[in-house]
């Protein structure tokens, strides 16, 4: 416990300077969620000063104001094909959904459609556009806003080893050389999606849970280059970088726009659970406020934002999908999980 403790100090020290830091999803898909004011409370009591939406909603906006909490807002991907003509109607969805908050509220960056190519209407060939004519709109209005997309981890076509990432060959034309190029250009980043669990529940019999959440494990030897991998994020995020890097773009930072364990999923969802859920955001959040980059990336410290607020009831899909939430809608914590370095620490010391 000492040891524990000591450790814990010095690793603190050690990061005074530069860390990694948390947000959280705030998704509203369900009925039964407090109202936002109640919301910005919640995450005020729990340090959460970071927020990822997935829309523009007035009403959380405005409860945000003169808040210091900063957020990422987002252009549905049924709104891709309007922003795509021409500056137009980015210039109008501005004007309408951004201007009206930048005096009091800290939005820092736009995700312009989202995981477009699994989108059943794929809307792949709208993004590029979309984003510059966003990006030219924020110009215009004078606002310095970063304009990205998030992509899931289904854009790899090769994640193993992670040094031998790679995109699926079919997008890297279409989607993902423009795109980087774009993130470039704009001094932007790309949005990763990154869910451990899908990894883990299609392979649990190779894959060990213990390395899925970031428990004490003998780690995994990346033979190309010797690397030691200690959990699968690292090895998932490098894959992307590595990916990045084989077309050039290693220059492109990387944020975390989403990741998640569920807490209840169905039978066949092979790790969905309580314990597994607390075990996996807590160890992710103690590594992302505690420790460097990936082993491929070792000074870009972490930027995540955990994957969600509250379960959200009226998601359709496998059961899992309704139940990655953090809180229940009072308030109540789903299962005791610490959100910020100041409960990292005290969180150890009562532990
Ligand atoms: C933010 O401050 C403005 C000006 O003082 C005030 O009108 C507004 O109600 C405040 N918003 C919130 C959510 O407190
Ligand atoms: C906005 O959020 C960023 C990132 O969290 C933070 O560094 C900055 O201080 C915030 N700005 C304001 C005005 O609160
Ligand atoms: C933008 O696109 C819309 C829809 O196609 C069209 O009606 C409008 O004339 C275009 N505006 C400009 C400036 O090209
Ligand atoms: C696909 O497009 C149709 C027609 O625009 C729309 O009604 C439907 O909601 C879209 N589906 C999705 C999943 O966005
Ligand atoms: C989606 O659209 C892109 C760009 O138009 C195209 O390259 C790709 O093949 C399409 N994907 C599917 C699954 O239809
Ligand atoms: C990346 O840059 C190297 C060195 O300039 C070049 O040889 C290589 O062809 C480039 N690769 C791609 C995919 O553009
Ligand atoms: C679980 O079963 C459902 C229904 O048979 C199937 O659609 C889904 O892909 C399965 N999930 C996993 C993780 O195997
Ligand atoms: C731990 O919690 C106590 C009381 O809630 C607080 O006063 C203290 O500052 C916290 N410690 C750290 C290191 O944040």
Redesign the pocket.
């Known amino acids: 416990m000492a040891t524990l403790l000591l450790t814990l100090f010095l690793s603190l020290l050690y990061i005074t300077s530069s860390t990694g830091t948390i947000g959280i999803n705030y998704g509203r898909i369900a009925n039964n969620l407090p109202n936002p004011t109640q919301v910005i409370q919640l995450l005020n009591t729990n340090g959460i000063t970071r927020i990822k939406l997935f829309d523009t909603d007035p009403t959380v906006l405005n409860a945000l104001s003169n808040s210091t909490i900063s957020v990422i807002v987002a252009l549905p991907n049924e709104h891709l094909s309007?922003a795509a003509?021409?500056?137009?109607?980015t210039d109008t969805w501005v004007q309408s959904n951004i201007l009206p908050y930048t005096q009091t509220t800290n939005i820092t960056a736009i995700a312009v459609g989202n995981e477009v190519f699994n989108d059943p209407n794929n809307t792949t060939s709208f993004l590029i556009p979309a984003m510059q004519n966003m990006h030219a709109s924020l110009t215009k209005y004078n606002l310095n806003l970063k304009v990205s997309t998030p992509v899931p981890l289904t854009v790899l076509g090769n994640s193993y080893p992670p040094s031998a990432g790679s995109f699926k060959p079919e997008l890297i034309e279409t989607l993902i050389k423009p795109m980087l190029h774009f993130l470039r250009e704009t001094n932007s980043y790309i949005m990763v999606n990154a869910y451990p669990f899908f990894a883990y529940a299609a392979n649990s019999d190779k894959i060990s849970l213990d390395y899925a959440l970031f428990r004490d494990n003998d780690g995994y030897v990346d033979d190309q280059n010797g690397v030691v991998y200690k959990n699968l994020l690292d090895a998932q995020l490098d894959a992307v970088n590595s990916a990045m890097e084989a077309l050039n773009f290693s220059d492109v930072k990387m944020v975390v726009t989403e990741t998640g364990w569920p807490s209840v999923g169905d039978p066949n969802e092979t790790g969905a659970g309580e314990e597994n859920a607390a075990e996996y955001n807590g160890n992710l959040v103690r590594r992302v406020v505690t420790g460097g980059g990936t082993p491929l990336r070792p000074d870009d410290h972490l930027n995540v934002y955990l994957f969600a607020l509250f379960n959200e009831d009226l998601k359709v899909g496998p059961t899992s999908e309704r139940n990655y939430g953090l809180f229940y809608p009072d308030g109540r914590k789903v299962y005791d999980v610490p959100l910020s370095l100041t409960e990292v620490v005290n969180g150890s010391t009562v532990g």
Request: aromatic share 16%; hydrophobic share 0%.
């Open positions: 309007s003509q021409n500056q137009t109607y």
